[in-house]
């Protein structure tokens, strides 16, 4: 769980590209079939019960 004083840390999992390209390559030579999701909005929609911290991005101003 993230504190009030984490607010600044992220963390955003990633994968480097040639262990991408070695699944790749191995679901070809194993002739099978690989398959993609692109859930940008997974966490979008979830229900929260614990307080966010965020800051803007610089330059951005609220609307009056």
Do not use: C, N, V
Request: aromatic share 10%; glycine share 4%.
């Amino acid at each position: 769980m993230q504190t009030e004083d984490e607010y600044s840390t992220t963390f955003a999992p990633t994968s480097r590209f040639t262990a991408i390209r070695t699944l790749i390559s191995i679901a070809t030579q194993e002739a099978m079939a690989l398959k993609h999701w692109d859930i940008t909005g997974a966490f979008m929609t979830a229900d929260i019960d614990t307080d966010i911290y965020m800051d803007l991005p610089p330059g951005y101003h609220l609307p009056p």
